[in-house]
């Protein structure tokens, strides 16, 4: 386990799971209050350990590149709108809207995926389960990232028990709301100024935002034009990077669940750079969530901050959710 000092990276720990699945006492300890702290200045950690292929993130991007850059015609059959399955053309979603920012729609493609499995509840099914929309010219995609969502999965599950004990509480305290979660997952295309044209000033490939759910597990690509985090002690700064670790973030529902002891990741995409005008990225996101109809209730002091009124999980994303569609 490593803590970076240098002024670029504020306070963003990279933590080896490893030392803590081995489930060494001391090592335990010790990284649960590496996150606890870092959770409370920034919302952001990187994580090695993880077991996740890097071929396999490799596969997706190639198969997802082949699809991206198919002809316009040829993807719109497959639109979708936020929080759908499918296809999110240029211009679909501005996620600066989500903190009240009229900002120009966000500079990417996204290929969007979901819940795989159906809920017993129909009022349920009819708002949170659809089949995925799976490509038909990419059909290695389907495999690929069943597969990754599989580990997105079991990964999502030890994060949360690590989160539970790093609060001290117990080890399911938030791993228990996982019977049957949904989830989000994009595939997110940051094609440079040859595809895009100029940014519209105060465009971003990505606006300022907090994502909304629970934890969410990026696998990025580092460039000019990437992500910056959001700290009070430093305002906006490039995110560190790993090409081994993934970053985790926590989401406003995780937020308002400790009581804001712990924040939600602040964060923005940077349009193409001017000086790699043609810097093109693709970035995996899982966005994790909880099972449908979990109350969501602030942790009490001295761990929570904040007593929130407790919300129903699905209620309060969908509202997330609607913020951010561009009409």
């Avoid at 997706?60 to 639109?79: C, D, G, H, N, W």
């Amino acid at each position: 386990m490593s803590s970076p000092s240098t002024p670029s990276n504020p306070r963003i720990p990279t933590i080896d799971l490893r030392p803590w699945l081995d489930g060494e006492p001391e090592a335990r300890a010790a990284i649960a209050r590496t996150v606890d702290d870092a959770l409370q200045t920034a919302g952001f950690l990187l994580i090695t350990g993880h077991g996740v292929d890097p071929a396999l993130r490799d596969r997706i991007r190639a198969a997802s590149r082949a699809f991206f850059t198919l002809p316009v015609e040829v993807k719109e059959q497959y639109t979708a709108k936020v929080g759908g399955r499918g296809w999110l053309g240029p211009g679909a979603e501005a996620n600066g809207y989500s903190e009240g920012t009229e900002t120009p729609p966000d500079l990417k493609e996204s290929l969007t995926f979901a819940t795989h499995e159906p809920f017993d509840d129909p009022v349920v099914n009819a708002e949170w389960y659809a089949p995925n929309v799976w490509p038909t010219e990419v059909p290695e995609l389907r495999t690929l990232c069943e597969e990754y969502l599989d580990r997105m999965g079991e990964l999502e599950k030890r994060l949360l028990s690590l989160l539970g004990e790093a609060l001290g509480l117990e080890p399911d305290f938030f791993s228990r709301h996982m019977d049957h979660p949904t989830y989000g997952f994009n595939i997110n295309w940051y094609p440079g100024t040859d595809v895009i044209g100029e940014p519209e000033p105060g465009q971003f490939r990505i606006g300022p935002h907090t994502d909304f759910g629970t934890v969410t597990i990026l696998d990025r690509q580092a460039g000019k034009g990437g992500l910056q985090v959001w700290t009070d002690e430093g305002g906006w700064e490039d995110a560190p990077f790993d090409p081994d670790a993934f970053t985790i973030n926590l989401g406003d529902l995780m937020a308002r669940w400790t009581g804001d002891r712990w924040r939600s990741g602040r964060h923005r995409v940077l349009p193409p750079p001017a000086d790699a005008p043609t810097e093109e990225l693709m970035s995996l996101v899982y966005f994790g969530e909880c099972t449908p109809g979990t109350v969501v209730e602030s942790v009490p002091a001295p761990v929570g901050r904040v007593a929130y009124e407790a919300v129903s999980s699905h209620v309060y994303l969908r509202e997330k959710l609607d913020s951010i569609t561009v009409d």
